[in-house]
């Protein structure tokens, strides 16, 4: 039983308060995290918390705990990397463990890091506005104790699709589309799907946005094997029409016997008729070349025509040469496109050495391993095994039998 955990933003988006708040709904300890807030003054100059508590409060409709929180902050912006120096002598100072403190500094520098690359200058050299204020410690700081205090840094973290929200923001340089540039830079070529949600304001802040990403690697469409045991709910303090502007996080165990890995790829499929075996076996071919897999099926379609069903699994950056082929080569006038997700096992290849009619030839095979190391499958590739054939001057099928009980062999001694 592995233990897993789950950030649903695809409703009201995330901020750092709200995440730190669901943390505390689900169980983190609520005196280690206001003390790890408090401590946050001593190294922000010139600012001081008045009052921070966590309170409960009903978000149209659900109860959630928020984190109410006054203080006095007498600096507009501060250097960023002074920040970042403070921050690590903050971090020390509450007693976060190192994963803990590292989720805390890599949050805070990817925040630096976006607003670098947005304003056009170094590291080292830009200010940081909205972001500069005590909050972002308090958030930083808070949600790195409580996810210490809950032990999620030895979970598996997921992530759902992420609300950002719409229309325009007014901030310190002006008026800007939502959501804001660094929100943009922060997931930029990160694997998670932002969606606009259901408010015409901001939804995701950079604080939330950079912990998400420093947390988890991407999003998922869906909730993954989870068996549910604590489940908190976290409260911004905007109010919204329709929905409740909440995060949730659900930590449980998850029963897989696999430790698995999803992505995301496209399946495209089309109908076609009217055309010789030559021209399929042509289009599969070519299309081999750039797709993960083709399938043909036949069957019968309108008015008792045969058909070809032509069904392709494509990773995504290639989805333009699937079409640009298909559409060439077989004469088709257009193709259902799906984005599906594709649950993949860990895989190893290994190169072995096996004795076949006293030839000592190289085999290439993929094994896959469940979550307790043991061997659940064994495939050696099957170009390899058609070159042993021709070598041995055998039958593949023969040859694919005394290639498998060697290799089972050889890892059975391992």
């Known amino acids: 039983m592995s233990r897993v955990a789950i950030i649903d933003s695809q409703v ?18 609520k005196t280690k995290v206001i003390e790890a807030i408090f401590t946050c003054q001593n190294f922000v100059k010139d600012s001081r918390i008045i009052n921070a508590h966590f309170a409960k409060v009903i978000s149209h409709g ?41 989720f805390a500094l890599d949050s805070l520098k990817m925040i630096i890091s976006a607003e670098a690359a947005i304003h056009g200058q170094d590291f080292g050299s830009v200010h940081l506005h909205e972001a500069s204020s005590i909050d972002t410690f308090a958030d930083l700081v808070g949600c790195a104790t409580a996810l210490q205090d809950l032990q999620l840094f030895d979970a598996k973290m997921y992530s759902t699709k992420v609300a950002v929200g719409g229309g325009l923001l007014r901030f310190s340089h002006g008026t800007i589309s939502n959501p804001a540039s660094a929100i943009l830079e922060i997931f930029k070529n990160k694997q998670f799907v932002l969606v606009g949600g259901q408010a015409e304001d901001e939804l995701t802040t950079p604080t939330g946005a950079a912990m998400l990403v420093n947390l ?10 989870i068996a549910p045991e604590k489940i908190g709910y976290g409260a911004g303090t905007k109010k919204f029409e329709g929905f409740p502007n909440v995060v949730r996080v659900a930590i449980g165990t ?3 016997v696999y430790e698995t890995t999803k992505d995301t790829v496209c399946l495209v499929e089309t109908n076609i008729d009217d055309v010789s075996g030559e021209l399929v076996g042509n289009l599969v071919e070519q299309l081999a070349e750039v797709a993960k897999d083709v399938t043909v099926i036949s069957g019968t379609t309108k008015k ?5 069903l032509i069904r392709i699994i494509s990773e995504n950056a290639q989805l ?6 298909l559409f060439n080569e077989s004469g088709t006038l257009g193709a259902r496109v799906q984005e599906v997700e594709r649950i993949v096992l ?15 030839l190289d085999v290439r095979v993929k094994i896959v391993k469940d979550s307790a190391g043991r061997i659940t499958n064994v495939k050696p590739e099957f170009e390899d095994i058609k070159m042993i054939a021709t070598k041995c001057q055998m039958p593949v099928k023969s040859a694919m039998d005394q290639v498998r009980s060697e290799v089972m062999k050889k890892l059975g001694e391992a």
């Not at 008792?304 to 070809?308: A, E, I, L, N, Q």
């Not at 333009?320 to 082929?325: G, Q, W, Y």
């Open 12 to 29: 009201a988006g995330i901020a750092g308060d709200m995440l730190m708040s669901s943390l505390v709904d689900a169980g983190a300890n």
């Open 62 to 102: 659900f109860a959630a705990t928020q984190l109410q929180m006054k203080c006095k902050d007498g600096v507009l912006n501060r250097k960023g990397t002074e920040m970042y120096s403070a921050l690590t002598k903050c971090c020390d100072s509450v007693g976060l463990e190192d994963r803990a403190k590292t």
């Open 216 to 225: 988890v690697h991407g999003s998922v469409n869906y909730y993954p094997s």
């Open 254 to 256: 998850s029963g897989t």
């Open 304 to 308: 008792s025509r045969p058909t070809h």
């Open 320 to 325: 333009n040469s699937v079409l640009e082929l």
């Open 346 to 360: 860990p895989r190893s290849i290994l190169t072995m050495s096996v004795n076949i009619n006293g030839n000592i």
